[in-house]
């Protein structure tokens, strides 16, 4: 018989998992401004950030890494 109840965490994995969350939310948000501007830019004056996609790109694959870090650590799969 297994109860679900979460485990006690340290200080130090409760540090971590606040970082991956801020860290996630940060990579997100950036990932957003860059697009928006992007395409505000692009549509709105004819020219663009030449390094916008890259730098999209570059934040989604460590997104995608604090991301399964997150998942792994609060059982999300």
């Not at 950036?30 to 020219?47: D, Q």
Request: cysteine-free; proline content about 3%; hydrophobic content about 55%.
């Amino acid at each position: 018989m297994s109860s679900n109840a979460p485990t006690p965490r340290s200080r130090l994995g409760h540090w971590i998992n606040e970082f991956e969350e801020t860290a996630i939310a940060i990579l997100l948000g950036l990932m957003t401004l860059i697009t928006f501007a992007n395409v505000v830019l692009r549509y709105g004056f004819n020219t663009g950030l030449i390094w916008g996609l890259e730098a999209t790109t570059f934040l989604f694959a460590w997104l995608v890494l604090f991301g399964v870090s997150y998942a792994v650590n609060v059982t999300a799969h």
